[in-house]
């Protein structure tokens, strides 16, 4: 089946670590997106990338970082720079046109 | 700034009835318009879409109205089972100054009482 993977379902951060959670799509999307979600809350947009080797900061970009090396292949790494990372991390991906995106079923990432 | 808001965070609704989800927008330029469904633990699941260029648009079991003069959004869930339990977002698109990038409201909790 055609879809989106993230791993790990739950990821455990020790202070001062980065940690790195992983998208794929077999959707064959151009565009790929992160988010986060925090308790009761929206989607945020932490950062996007439309091509290959592109990639642009989304609203709360700060503390995080990304990499589009493939088309199928997104991750986020969190870095210790980001001092609330706890959260429900989401991953999204569309043609880039005017078509839903559609997303992944998220990592929780807690701190030890 | 833009942004998507839900009128109510909680809408409880008795088995069968119809459920109304409510969504005011702020970006006049905005051209594309979801509807996504959350289930605990999960991710966002599409339901219904719509472009700025129609008023209303229906799917199975749900239609999605939109009235561009006053910036609202409403989803309607007809015969609402208890399998519709879940949080309910809408998403904007704006123009071209923001392509790809969706904008979520809040969240409106459906709850169905059986």
């Known amino acids: 089946d055609g879809g989106i993977t993230q791993s790990p379902k739950y990821l455990f951060r020790k202070e001062g670590q980065n940690v790195t959670l992983s998208c794929e799509q077999n959707l064959n999307h151009d565009a790929m997106y992160w988010y986060r979600q925090d308790p009761g809350q929206g989607l945020r947009l932490i950062y996007y990338s439309q091509i290959v080797n592109d990639f642009q900061k989304g609203d709360i970009a700060e503390g995080y970082s990304v990499s589009r090396e493939k088309k199928e292949s997104f991750p986020l790494t969190v870095t210790s720079a980001q001092k609330n990372p706890t959260a429900f991390y989401l991953c999204a991906s569309d043609t880039g046109s005017n078509q839903p995106q559609h997303f992944g079923d998220g990592t929780r990432l807690s701190i030890l | ?114």
């Open chain 2, 1 to 114: 700034g833009e942004s998507v808001g839900l009128h109510l965070p909680t809408l409880s609704v008795q088995e069968g009835d119809n459920s109304i989800i409510n969504c005011a927008y702020s970006n006049s330029a905005s051209d594309y318009f979801i509807w996504y469904k959350q289930e605990s633990g999960k991710g966002p699941q599409f339901i219904i879409d719509i472009r700025s260029n129609m008023d209303k648009r229906q799917g199975q079991r749900v239609t999605v109205l939109l009235n561009k003069t006053v910036k609202h959004l409403s989803l309607q869930i007809a015969a609402t089972q208890p399998g519709d339990s879940a949080v309910y977002f809408c998403a904007e698109r704006g123009g071209s100054s923001n392509t790809g990038k969706l904008i979520f409201g809040q969240g409106t909790t459906l709850q169905v009482k059986p």
